[in-house]
C-alpha cells in the first residue's frame, strides 16, 4: 500500500461536458527567458521544478531562492542561486550527458509481480479511466518509503516534469522508485527520469527508437507496453534488465552498438 499524494488535474465544462484545461507559460530564471511551457496550472511549481532539473539548472531545491507564478499573465519567475547557462539535450546529446556525469546506477531491484501491481494501481488512477478528460496522468512510486506521486496534466511532457518536482519537493527517494506514464517512451521522458536518477520506467504505450536509445544510453529500465503483435504482447522490459527480478521469459537487452545509436 502506498500514500498519495495526488496533483489533481485543470478541468472546466462545456455544454456539461469535462473538457481539460490547458494554458501557456512563459518561464524566466534569472530575468532571462528560459522556456514555455504548455502545461494545466494545477501544480505548475512542480512542473518548473521538474524542467530545471531535466535540464540540469538545479541539483536540489536548494538551488532555488523563489518562484513567482502570476497567474494572470502566464508568466513564471525564478530567482536562482547562481547564474545558468541553458543548453537544450536531444538524444544524439545523450552520451555528452553521460560524460557529465548523468547515468542511472542504482542497484535498486523489483519484482516483476510487485511491478504489475503498481501497472494495474496506477492504471485505475488515470484521470482516462476515472474523468474522461483528455489527459496524461505519470507516476512515482517510492517503494522504500511507501509514498507515491500521481500527477495530471494535458501535456505528457508536463505531467512527468509534476512527478519529478513533486518527488523532489516532498523527500521522495528518487534513485528507490518506479516511474510509470500513459504517455509514449521519448527520448524527452528518459532525459528527464535519468537526470534525477530514477532508476526504472514503465510506458502504458509502446517504445520509441529514441526512447529505447536513451535509455540503453543513461541507464534506465524501460519496460513498454506492447498493445499489439503476434510474438509479443503485454508489459515488456527492454533496456537494463538486471533491476526486473521474476520475470516470466527470459530476458535478453541490447547494447548501444547493436542497437545502432553509436
Known amino acids: 500500500l502506498f500514500h498519495y499524494i495526488e496533483i489533481a488535474a485543470s478541468v472546466d465544462s462545456y455544454m456539461e461536458i469535462p473538457i481539460a484545461v490547458d494554458e501557456r507559460f512563459d518561464v524566466y530564471v534569472n530575468d532571462k527567458q528560459y522556456t514555455t511551457l504548455f502545461t494545466m496550472p494545477s501544480g505548475i511549481e512542480y512542473t ?36 545558468v547557462e541553458v543548453n537544450k539535450i536531444y538524444i544524439e546529446d545523450c552520451s555528452i550527458l553521460v560524460k557529465q556525469g548523468v547515468y542511472v546506477s542504482s542497484n535498486f531491484t523489483i519484482d516483476w509481480k510487485n511491478l504489475i501491481e503498481i501497472f494495474s ?10 474523468m ?17 506521486i500521481i500527477a495530471h496534466d494535458s501535456s505528457r511532457h508536463s505531467s512527468i516534469l509534476k512527478i519529478i518536482g513533486a518527488g523532489i519537493k ?3 527517494n528518487l534513485d528507490r522508485s518506479v516511474a510509470i506514464t500513459t504517455g509514449r517512451a521519448s527520448s524527452d521522458m528518459v532525459v528527464a527520469l535519468a537526470r534525477p536518477g530514477i532508476p526504472i520506467a514503465v510506458s502504458m504505450r509502446g517504445p520509441l527508437y529514441s526512447g529505447v536509445s536513451a535509455a540503453i544510453i543513461l541507464g534506465v529500465t524501460l519496460v513498454v507496453n506492447l498493445r499489439r503483435g503476434e510474438k509479443i504482447r503485454g ?16 530476458l535478453h537487452t541490447a547494447s548501444p552498438r547493436s542497437f545502432g545509436t553509436i
Open 132 to 148: 474522461g478528460i483528455a489527459s496524461h496522468t505519470s507516476g512515482l512510486y517510492d517503494l522504500e518509503s511507501g509514498k507515491a
Open 48 to 83: 518548473v521544478i521538474g524542467s530545471l532539473v531535466r535540464d540540469g539548472l538545479i541539483e536540489s531545491l536548494d538551488d532555488i531562492e523563489d518562484i513567482d507564478i502570476d497567474l494572470k499573465r502566464k508568466r513564471i519567475y525564478v530567482r536562482l542561486a547562481k547564474d
Open 235 to 250: 508489459l515488456i522490459p527492454l533496456t537494463h534488465v538486471k533491476r526486473i527480478q521474476g520475470y516470466p521469459r527470459e
Open 170 to 172: 516532498h523527500a521522495l
Open 121 to 130: 494501481d496506477f492504471n485505475a488512477k488515470t484521470t482516462s479511466v476515472t
